[in-house]
Every structure is written in C-alpha cells, then in structure tokens.
C-alpha cells in the first residue's frame, strides 16, 4: 500500500490563525475486513481520523474532523494546539 500525502484546500480557514492547510493529512486504503473505502488522519493531531468510500470522500471528512478537532481545542485551554511540522 502507498501512502497518499493531500494539501488542504486554500478556501478553509479557521479562528487564531490556525488552518487545516498547516497540517500533514495521510490517506490510505482500508481493507476489505475493516470495511473497504479509505481512512485519512493527521498524525500531529491525535485521534484525528476520517473515512470515505473514496480518497475524496474521506480528504474531505479529515478536513472537516481537523477543523472539529482545533475547535475543540481551542476550548481547552489547559492544551495546546500543535504547529505544523517541517516537512
């Protein structure tokens, strides 16, 4: 299996400066066992993950749960966000 790296699309943004597009998204196959489609995560943000039936479909469902994730966060305020990683 051969991991996929996706860019975030420019027109999503979020409150403090933070952005979808500032973190690293993989999206992989699932197995027939697991379900089939595709399953996407951010490896930064833990217990961020999305699936789809589609590469699309589940890129788009990360994004989405990214966003969820940092707005989550951003009522914590005992946590801190993580910054994006130099590639």
Request: aromatic residues 10%; charged residues 30%.
């Amino acid at each position: 299996m051969r991991m996929r790296f996706f860019e975030a699309p420019s027109r999503t943004r979020l409150p403090r400066q933070a952005d979808v597009r500032d973190y690293r998204v993989y999206v992989e196959p699932l197995i027939e066992r697991l379900g089939g489609g595709f399953v996407a995560y951010a490896p930064e943000l833990r217990g961020c993950i999305a699936d789809g039936e589609t590469p699309q479909e589940a890129l788009a469902a990360i994004y989405d749960a990214i966003e969820c994730w940092l707005e989550e966060d951003a009522v914590d305020l005992t946590s801190q966000i993580p910054v994006k990683q130099s590639a």
